[in-house]
């Protein structure tokens, strides 16, 4: 009896949320208690309906009722856990609101352990033991526990599905066959299973691969980023001592100018100290022999002035001119002269220098490749401004609008200086390297010589032969624009672009065609593309490469046509 009782007691002060003795007890709107913790965490999962439910009696609460201790229940806990009342057993799991619960036990029901996919039902592990033992059960098959096992019974038969039909995609039962998909391409739902099955297999492989292949690039991309971390650091850890080296050698040759500056002060005061010594040592004997005359001078006693008259010495000649000739000063102001040329040296080297190393620091491949622009406005993010260099420019050549204009005049030539930059043939480049990512675009009007869009390294040749023109060597890359078609040359191999020209693009004239010509570089990962710019960026030809050196932008122009460098900005 008084077990009995205990077991009353207990299910009277049982939590129906965690199946244990009620901790912090408190009790809902509705008269139910639970955990303090167990109904919170409960309606935290509700949080996104906004509403709020018992999950005994589903009565449901808006706002969220803020909970406070139940202190009766609690005292009441206290004193019973004094008689001998202890939390549940283990082995006594009963479902909660988030479990699946078994459909044979009566009264309170108990977790389930295992779902039956023939029977349809869900069991605790205390009544599968007809599936375990007797014959007729041991063919059906347990899984893991569901609260979806209806969603296997025909709602217009109220059989189980068995059977799968491939052409309306969906589970049927036998009668479902019989009535309406006996024409139909029909299996059964474990024939259907299985293919489905190796389907998930393949794709399960096909995912493992890929997540096998993102491990590998993962692993990849850190060992690259260690790589650039430690050659980062190395290389600043490098030049800080370059730099600290440096900044000793140039204290050490300010140290040893001063001293060059003071041994050589020392050399030039020397004999002015020893001829002021000599020449204060005179004034001071003359000064005496003077004090001399004047007591004998002032002497009343004309006996005593002449007796002592002929023994005066006689005033010994002066060593040194009373108005020597001071020489022109030589002071230091050379020294600070030479010392300021070097500084201007210097920093003409460091200047120099340093546009070299940020060019070399920018080219350093430390990013991943950057999809190229697709959209005209895509590609005017890397708009680069470009103006021609009138050195490099061809006699022929007459530069306009700021040097952006460039026409090759069929009579008289450009009153330009002589250069060693400038070409022969009837080519110009810009002022401006080309690093990184840049675009620019070039209006161009065409016609029998067409106009040739380029870009070349600073060291092409400049004679009028293959070394020096656009396309025909291994330092530059060129696209030739004529009257219907585009070429492309580099290192003298000629690629013909099939992209003929149209009305709706260009403007047919007597002359040639006027349009322009988009050209996009990223010099780190090696591209180079042309465009043809209308309503659209059509793609003309593309170039795949490895830039040694700095590029610069240049046009090849033929007798009486122009090309413009376009204002993008």
Known sequence: MEKQENHLDRERFCCRICLDLLKDPVTTGCGHSYCKSCINTHWDKEEERGSYSCPQCRQTFTPRPVLETSTMLADSLEELKKTGLQAAPADHCYAGPEDVASDVCTGRKRKALKSCLVCLDSYCEKHPQPHLQSPPFKKHKLGEPSEKLQENICSHHNKVMKMFCRTDQQC?????????????????????????????????????????????????????????????????????????????????????????????????????????????????????????????????????????????????????????????????????????????????????????????????????????????????????????????????????????????????????????????????????????????????????????????????????????????????WSLHCYRHRYDFYYNCIETRVSRPWSSRVGVFSRVGVSSRVGVYLDHSAGVLSFYRVSDTMTLLHRVQTTFTQPLYAGVTVGYGYTAEFCKLK
Not at 314 to 336: A, C, K, M
Not at 346 to 359: C, H, K, M, V
Not at 401 to 411: A, D, P, Q, S
């Open 172 to 476: 049927i039962c036998y009668l479902c066959y019989v009535e309406e998909h006996k024409d139909q391409d029909t299996v059964s739902a474990a024939a259907e299973r299985t293919k489905r099955q190796r389907e998930l297999g393949l794709r399960r492989q096909t995912i493992q691969q890929r997540v096998q292949g993102r491990e590998k690039d993962v692993k990849l991309l850190q060992q690259e980023e260690e790589a650039v971390n430690g050659s980062a650091d190395k290389a600043v850890e490098d030049s800080e001592e370059i730099f600290t080296e440096l900044i000793r050698l140039l204290e050490k040759r300010s140290s040893d100018m001063e001293q060059q500056i003071r041994s050589q002060q020392e050399t030039e005061l020397s004999p002015v100290r020893d001829l002021q010594e000599r020449l204060e040592q005179e004034i001071t004997e003359l000064k005496r022999k003077d004090h001399e005359l004047k007591q004998l001078s002032d002497t009343e006693d004309h006996n005593q002035l002449l007796h002592n008259y002929p023994s005066l010495s006689p005033l010994s000649g002066s060593t040194h001119s009373s108005s020597f000739r001071i020489r022109p000063l030589r002071d230091f102001e050379d020294v600070t002269a030479a010392v300021s040329q070097v500084r201007g040296r210097l920093q003409d080297i460091l200047s120099e220098t340093e546009t070299e190393i940020l060019l070399i620091v920018s080219q350093v491949d430390v990013l991943l490749p950057q999809p190229e622009p697709e959209t005209r406005a895509d590609f005017l993010k890397y708009s680069q401004e470009i103006t021609l260099d009138p050195n490099t420019a061809n006699r022929r050549l007459l530069l306009s609008e700021g040097n952006r204009k460039v026409t090759n005049m069929r009579e008289g030539q450009q009153s330009y200086s002589y250069h060693p930059d400038r070409f022969t043939g009837g080519q110009v480049l810009s002022r401006e390297s080309l690093t990184g990512r840049c675009y620019w675009e070039v209006k161009v009007k065409m016609g029998g010589e067409g106009v040739g869009v380029a870009v070349a390294y600073k060291n092409i040749g400049r004679a009028g032969n293959s070394e020096g023109l656009f396309g025909f060597n291994d330092k530059s």
